[in-house]
């Protein structure tokens, strides 16, 4: 899977599961405050990567995201 089915996937699964508007997601665009996301709604998340991506992430994984370009790197790194 390459960066750009990585982003595609990302904006559809983030736009379905928390009605976000895919033109905020933006690779510059801070990956905790776009997304305004709630604990509950960060166990969701880890389910919807998981289910994505075949990975689970980790609080430590999460920490390390600044961008949703840090998001995308993760999971490509996680997926080689």
């Known amino acids: 899977m390459n960066k750009e089915e990585i982003i595609t ?3 559809s699964f983030l736009s379905d599961e928390f009605e976000i ?8 665009n801070n ?3 776009t997304l305004d996301l709630d604990s509950l ?3 969701d998340l880890v389910v919807v990567i998981e289910e994505n ?5 980790t609080s ?8 949703f370009n840090d ?5 490509d790194k ?3």
């Open 9 to 11: 996937i990302t904006k």
């Open 60 to 67: 430590d994984d999460f920490k390390t995201i600044i961008s």
């Open 53 to 57: 991506f075949g990975f689970k992430p």
């Open 41 to 43: 709604d960060y166990v």
């Open 78 to 80: 996680k997926l080689k």
């Open 71 to 75: 998001f995308y790197d993760l999971v």
């Open 21 to 28: 508007n895919s033109n905020k997601i933006i690779s510059e």
């Open 31 to 33: 990956f905790h405050q």
